[in-house]
Nanobody, 124 residues
Framework: QVSLVESGGGLVQTGGSLRLTCSAS????????MAWFRQAPGKEREFVAA????????NYADSVKGRFTISRDYLRDTVALQMDSLRPEDTAVYYC?????????????????WGQGTQVTVSS
């Protein structure tokens, strides 16, 4: 059983920053990838960023490259998403996810466990 808990969402103005954190616990795979996805109202869940746990290889959606940074804290079993230069189109519920493996994939169905999500709202 794996548990993922997100925190750090909120309301911010265009151009502002937020930092999301995901805390992982339970039977975590030794080789794993942790990722962030998001889902806006009326839209499908979309990939944001992923990081491999040991080598810290990363993968980003084109829409967030250069603005968002994913990182992980090995000792605390947490993954963070630093979001800068936020835009109204970044408004969504952001979900943390985990998969076993070493490739930072972008397909939601590749991930085995999900958090409950945290709301990010960017006002114009």
């Amino acid at each position: 059983q794996v548990s993922l808990v997100e925190s750090g969402g909120g309301l911010v103005q265009t151009g502002g920053s937020l930092r999301l954190t995901c805390s992982a616990s339970g039977r975590l795979p030794g080789t794993r990838v942790m990722a962030w996805f998001r889902q806006a109202p009326g839209k499908e869940r979309e990939f944001v960023a992923a990081i491999t746990w040991r080598m810290r290889n990363t993968n980003y959606a084109d829409s967030v490259k250069g603005r968002f940074t994913i990182s992980r804290d090995y000792l605390r079993d947490t993954v963070a998403l630093q979001m800068d230069s936020l835009r109204p189109e970044d408004t969504a519920v952001y979900y943390c996810a985990i998969r076993e493996g070493t490739i930072p994939k972008s397909l939601a169905n590749e991930y085995m466990s999900w958090g409950q999500g945290t709301q990010v709202t960017v006002s114009s």
